[in-house]
């Protein structure tokens, strides 16, 4: 049995985690591919759960042993999607999504095709600043730098196959469904 990719990107604060979370409660076959990074966790954040935090030099180092489908720096870190855990959800017929930035997202949809490709928009840009803003989790530079990427982010929600405003969870996950379901 053949899975299903799923690239879902949005800019920070749009409610990825959430979104993911929901769906993964509302259907066993959805698994996150747990990414990579070098960013220290947020509270609340679990190893290999959330992300597996990796030091630069181990990023690197599985980088250059090409175990990464793809990698880039975000927000000054870096981040990856690894392929041996992607391929072999794949294989067990799951959903496979991938979270990640429109700059990773991009490069998947170059290399994996076939992938769906979904962009989360905010109900409006006020309320994104609000969301990221009640997170507290980063400083002032932090915090302006995600919205200034936002824009940019948003900006490039055309490139993806499908665009999804998440101003509703319900919706949000129906919607979803609707397009791996469609193509399973």
Same mark, same amino acid.
């Given at each position: ?11 920070? +604060? ?5 979104? @993911? !979370? ?9 698994? &996150?591919?747990? =990414? ?35 990698f ?11 392929k ?8 067990? +017929?799951?959903i496979?999504?991938?979270? @990640? !930035? ?7 949809m170059?290399? &994996?095709?076939? =992938? ?12 994104l ?50 397009l ?5």
């Amino acid at each position: 049995m053949s899975g299903k990719l799923v690239i879902l990107s949005g800019p920070s +604060g749009v409610g990825k985690d959430t979104v @993911i !979370d929901e769906w993964r409660r509302t259907d066993p076959d959805v698994t &996150r591919v747990v =990414a990579y990074t070098t960013r220290s966790p947020r509270p609340g954040e679990q190893n290999h759960v959330d992300y597996h935090f990796v030091s630069r030099d181990d990023f690197l180092r599985q980088a250059s042993d090409k175990r990464f489908l793809e990698f880039k720096e975000v927000h000054g870190n870096l981040y990856a999607t690894p392929k041996h855990d992607m391929e072999e959800m794949l294989e067990q +017929g799951k959903i496979a999504v991938l979270k @990640i !930035d429109v700059q990773g997202a991009l490069a998947v949809m170059n290399l &994996r095709p076939d =992938a769906t490709s979904v962009f989360l928009l905010p109900p409006s840009m006020a309320e994104l600043e609000r969301r990221i803003r009640d997170r507290g989790t980063e400083d002032p530079a932090q915090l302006q730098r995600r919205l200034d990427n936002a824009l940019g982010e948003v900006d490039q929600a055309p490139k993806y196959r499908h665009q999804i405003v998440n101003d509703d969870i319900e919706r949000v996950i129906e919607e979803l469904v609707l397009l791996t379901r469609a193509r399973r």
